[in-house]
């Protein structure tokens, strides 16, 4: 079992930056591809990025490209994601997950482990 919690949500004015963390306990997680989703109010929850077990390979949704960096640190069970240039568009729930054990990265389904979320709130 792995168990995820998010942290560094916020409130933030469009253009700014944030920083969430997602700390991993229970299992190490260097075996397990890592996530992150997002939902925002009224949608349905969507993939914003994904970073294979080694850190070599990384995917991002098309909004979030060249905005959004994703990395973890295996030794410290760790995993981030850097959101520069933030839009009120960014606002939403935000949700650490891994383990894409079950069909598409990109599909809420393949993923096994969940956080609880955190919130990022972007003002205009």
């Known amino acids: 079992q792995v168990q995820l919690v998010e942290s560094g949500g916020g409130l933030m004015q469009a253009g700014g930056s944030l920083t969430l963390s997602c700390a991993a306990s229970?299992?190490?997680?260097?075996?397990?591809?890592m996530g992150w989703f997002r939902q925002a109010p009224g949608k349905d929850r969507e993939f914003v990025a994904r970073?294979?077990?080694?850190?070599?390979?990384?995917y991002y949704t098309n909004s979030v490209k060249g905005r959004f960096t994703i990395s973890r640190n295996n030794a410290e069970n760790t995993m981030y994601l850097q959101m520069n240039s933030l839009k009120p568009e960014d606002t939403a729930v935000y949700y650490c997950?891994?383990?894409?054990?079950?069909?598409?990265?990109?599909?809420?389904?393949?993923?096994?482990?969940w956080g609880q979320g955190t919130q990022v709130t972007v003002s205009s």
């Open positions: 997950v891994a383990g894409d054990t079950r069909g598409s990265y990109s599909s809420t389904v393949a993923w096994e482990y």
């Open positions: 229970g299992r190490t997680i260097r075996s397990y591809n």
């Open positions: 970073v294979s077990y080694a850190g070599t390979v990384i």
